[in-house]
């Protein structure tokens, strides 16, 4: 765990087992309570060639939006196992299916996907860890704090967190939980010239009453992940319950938490983007050639950085 005091400069190498120690005790500490699906499927055509789909979520309540390996064209019926059937219902023009699910010929709406999900789907795990999901993923890529399914990517930081460092800091910290579903966007890297332009995915993002009005009242505010800063700031700037579409940069900082935890993100991507608007540019940079000096592991089965 490498931990960075803005206001004195102060950089400590430390593990996690130590950063309750680093807390302020005054600080409300922000969860994202979103819960992982096994939104990764295998299926096939009627001539046995297979195609993989990640699903994103659902766009109405009998169709969901996916991501599709291969030609496929609307009207194309694909085989899954168990007496599943997906029919693809219009390809859009940013590449994505819209898709419809059956089981023995009865349209499932979305309840209905995510149990065939828990059946048939494999863990969504990042496109650079180039391995088949596992067993062991089914537990490692989800959070102690999981609670609403919907997410297709971890939010990563809440990773490091035990069942027995989770019931420390409830116990011993003011706490609120928000819920925003990590997209496959996150993994999208910065392609536009001027930052500006990037076309920042949507998620659901939800912040319940009582959590609001805890987050109105708090003096610090720390997050638990990139996610649960995004989703503060998204509340805290009146965007109530639309989707999350902020891009926070140099050119849009942070404004409404003073402190995160966060692992090392990948270059370009919006997340290391997101680390630069709190500490600076030219810092962040400093920081992560730090990290990689002191052999820290990055992304998602990574280290952690709490900033202060």
């Known amino acids: 765990l490498m931990v960075y005091e803005r206001a004195s400069n102060k950089l400590t190498h430390s593990t996690f087992k130590e950063i309750f120690d680093f807390f302020p005790p005054h600080a409300l500490v922000v969860l994202n309570d979103t819960k992982v699906i096994k939104a990764r499927l295998f299926a096939h055509t009627a001539q046995k060639r297979p195609v993989e789909i990640l699903l994103h979520h659902a766009t109405s309540p009998t169709a969901c939006l996916a991501q599709m390996r291969g030609k496929v064209r609307p009207g194309l019926v694909l085989g899954l196992e168990g007496g599943y059937s997906c029919e693809v219902l219009e390809v859009l023009d940013n ?135 995004r989703a503060t700031e998204h509340y805290k700037r009146g965007f109530g319950l639309k989707p999350c579409e902020l891009f926070l940069h140099l050119g849009n900082p942070v404004k409404h938490a003073q402190a995160l935890l966060t692992n090392f993100h990948l270059p370009e991507s919006t997340l290391i983007m997101l680390v630069a608007s709190m500490v600076g540019l030219d810092k962040c940079l400093e920081l992560y050639k730090i990290a990689i000096e002191h052999h820290y592991r990055f992304y998602s089965y990574g280290d952690g950085m709490l900033i202060l």
């Open 95 to 229: 590449g994505l299916r819209v898709l419809s699910f059956k089981h023995g010929g009865e349209l499932l709406e979305w309840a209905g996907v995510l149990e065939m999900l828990e059946l048939l789907g494999h863990v969504p795990l990042p496109p650079y860890l180039k391995r088949p999901d596992e067993a062991q993923d089914l537990q490692d890529y989800q959070s102690v704090f999981a609670k609403y399914p919907g997410a297709i990517a971890a939010p990563t930081a809440s990773l490091h967190f035990s069942q027995s460092a989770k019931d420390h800091l409830l116990k011993n910290f003011k706490h609120v939980f928000i819920t925003l579903h990590v997209g496959a966007g996150t993994f999208l890297s910065v392609q536009s010239e001027d930052i500006r332009e990037h076309p920042m995915h949507a998620e659901f993002c939800r912040s319940l009453p009582q959590a609001g009005l805890t987050l109105d009242e708090a003096p610090y505010i720390l997050c638990v992940g990139t996610t649960a800063l």
